[in-house]
């Protein structure tokens, strides 16, 4: 079992989910975050003065999937979450050891 955690764009949220739905992905926790990679965020002028803006506006999802779909899944969110621009995100992938579904106490793949 995997666990692949995304940082993407704000806007391209949409069209991620509706990429992991035609693989058939059955969950997915979205949180909105804030942070910045190497464009090290970026100055706006509000009422005449100009201002930085070190966190940029990100979103955060985590996929807990069989490690057979892991390709799919990186597939479909590096095809929905690309603007071929700077600060289009990161996938991270790494091991879950085990997984429990508390209402009926399964366990391993059963549980995702």
Do not use: C, W
Request: net charge neutral; proline share 2%.
């Amino acid at each position: 079992m995997k666990m692949v955690t995304a940082i993407i764009k704000p806007f391209k949220l949409d069209d991620v989910r509706e990429a992991l739905s035609e693989i058939d992905v059955q969950g997915i926790t979205v949180t909105e975050v804030k942070g910045f990679g190497r464009q090290k965020g970026h100055t706006e002028i509000y009422r005449g003065a100009e201002y930085v803006v070190d966190f940029l506006p990100k979103v955060k999802l985590e996929i807990a999937i069989s490690a057979d779909m892991l390709d799919q899944v990186i597939e479909a969110i590096t095809k929905g979450a690309n603007t071929n621009k700077i600060g289009d995100g990161k996938i991270f992938v790494s091991t879950i050891e085990q997984v429990i579904r508390i209402r009926t106490g399964e366990t391993g793949k059963e549980a995702l």
